[in-house]
């Protein structure tokens, strides 16, 4: 699942090299690279959570503090 951000901005920049369609005043290509760097912060997220090391800390943090 982390290589998706990998897959999707350098893999994908051939396919989607071009000018239009314009999103958001942007040209494609650049929209394509906008997406990623955000679905990035979004997939990363989803794997900290994910992750049992993390959740195992955080159940730590919860029972030190009660």
């Not at 901005?9 to 369609?21: A, H, K, R, S, T």
């Not at 942007?26 to 993390?54: E, H, K, Q």
């Amino acid at each position: 699942m982390a290589a998706l951000p990998f897959i999707g901005i350098l893999i994908g920049i051939p396919f989607v090299n071009q000018v239009e369609p314009l999103i958001l005043g942007m040209p494609f290509v650049l929209a394509w690279i906008v997406i990623w760097i955000v679905l990035s912060a979004v997939i990363m997220g989803i794997i900290y959570r994910l992750d049992p090391a993390n959740r195992q800390a955080v159940n730590e943090a919860a029972e030190a503090r009660s």
